[in-house]
Structure formats: structure tokens, C-alpha cells
Nanobody, 122 residues
């Protein structure tokens, strides 16, 4: 079972990036999928999550700028990030949980991708 995150990079403030998370080894169509991020010296925090039925949850600081989506047929999740800010700089991780709702705590997620670096310059 693997989650593979990709799409990070170095961009300027106001630019956009699209992260992808491809799952392999099993189907995650019935799982909660989520994006977390961790900046240096800070705790890992939930950015956005999505249920198998497409219900979404965002942290307040990204609401209206980020959009999470999933394609169950392709076993893939996405995070469209627009109007990026320097404070969005972090390593972004995708994760999966068997819960029925999006949970804030990273300890409640069983599967993790390797992380992709997003750096936003001012």
C-alpha cells in the first residue's frame, strides 16, 4: 500500500500549484483522503480533507484559495492551490484514513505519502 505525492515546487506569491496523490496497492475509494502540511519547527496540520462521497473540509487559512478533489476511478486525489502565500510554504503530505469523516489529528491517519515541498517566495 503506497501513497505517492507529487506536484510541489518553488513559486512566487500569487501563483498556483496542483498537487497530486496517487494511491496504489489497494482501493482507497471508501477512505477519507486528506492533505497535511508541516513547516520547519511546526506541527503537522490538516490542510484539507475529502470523504469518499466528496464532502470537503478546509482549514480556515486556505478556505477559498485551495480546492481538494478526488478521482476514485483513478485512485488519485488532488489539491489545487491558488493565490499562494509565503506562509503556505511547507512539506505537503497526503494521507488516508478509514474514518467516516475528516479528522484533524494526523495520528488518526493510517497511510501516508512521502511529502512534496512547496515553497512560496514573496
Amino acid at each position: 500500500v503506497q501513497l505517492q505525492a507529487s506536484g510541489g515546487g518553488l513559486v512566487q506569491a500569487g501563483d498556483s500549484l496542483r498537487l497530486s496523490c496517487a494511491a496504489s496497492g489497494r482501493s482507497f475509494s471508501g477512505h477519507i483522503m486528506a492533505w497535511f502540511r508541516q513547516a520547519p519547527g511546526k506541527q503537522r496540520e490538516l490542510v484539507a480533507g475529502i470523504t469518499s462521497g466528496g464532502l470537503t473540509k478546509y482549514r480556515a487559512s486556505v478556505e477559498g484559495r485551495f480546492t481538494i478533489s478526488r478521482d476514485n476511478a483513478k485512485n488519485t486525489m488532488y489539491l489545487q492551490m491558488d493565490s499562494l502565500k509565503p506562509e503556505d510554504t511547507a512539506v505537503y503530505y497526503c494521507a488516508s484514513s478509514r474514518s467516516t469523516r475528516v479528522l484533524n489529528s494526523p495520528t488518526l491517519y493510517s497511510y501516508w505519502g512521502q511529502g512534496t515541498q512547496v515553497t512560496v517566495s514573496s
